[in-house]
């Protein structure tokens, strides 16, 4: 079990990172009520092919392909 202390986003490195990505496409305070289904998906499927550093550079629809 991992316990990440509250405001210590130096324990989180992969789930800020991933927080920092949307934040390209959806801006702090972003009223996801009025974004469509589509855009979201759009950036899920962008972040999803995006390759990654802890993964030697390949994506992770390339690592779950792999596995």
Do not use: C
Request: charged fraction near 20%.
């Amino acid at each position: 079990m991992y316990y990440a202390h509250p405001y210590s986003s130096w324990e989180r490195g992969s789930n800020e990172n991933a927080n920092g990505i949307i934040r390209r496409f959806f801006p702090k305070g972003t009223d996801f009520g009025k974004v469509s289904i589509a855009k979201i998906q759009a950036v899920e499927d962008w972040m999803n092919d995006y390759p990654r550093r802890i993964l030697d550079g390949i994506s992770a629809n390339a690592a779950v392909m792999a596995a």
